[in-house]
């Protein structure tokens, strides 16, 4: 059974950080697999935070560049997302995302709240 299982989010005041974890299924935490993080508002368009590209770099939304960091650890197959300098319009649920022969999966969401 794939599973993606998030965890970190909560409330955090501006100018602070979280760290984001999604662990990932075993099946399908491959170098192959395309791994990301989005966030969705309600009422708004899922959004691409951040993800590696099928090359293994890393891309960001621009209005999180500087500031947020995708990292992933293969010894526990884990997805981070390092979230620092964190402002109001962060506020969103955030969810793991990984593409994998040609299917789609995606976490339960963990809520990020920003503010004072």
């Known amino acids: 059974q794939v599973q993606l299982a998030e965890s970190g989010g909560g409330l955090v005041q501006p100018g602070g950080s979280l760290r984001l974890s999604c662990v990932v299924s075993?099946?399908?935490?491959?170098?192959?697999?395309?791994m990301a993080w989005y966030r969705q508002a309600p009422g708004k368009e899922r959004e691409l935070v951040a993800s590696?590209?099928?090359?293994?770099?890393?891309t960001y939304a621009d209005s999180v560049k500087g500031r947020f960091t995708i990292s992933r650890d293969t010894f526990t197959n884990t997805v981070y997302l390092q979230m620092n300098n964190l402002k109001h319009e962060d506020t969103d649920v955030y969810y793991c995302n990984v593409k994998y022969t040609g299917s789609i999966y995606w976490g339960q969401g963990t809520q990020v709240t920003v503010s004072s």
């Open positions: 590696f590209t099928s090359g293994g770099s890393r």
């Open positions: 075993q099946s399908i935490f491959s170098r192959h697999a395309l």
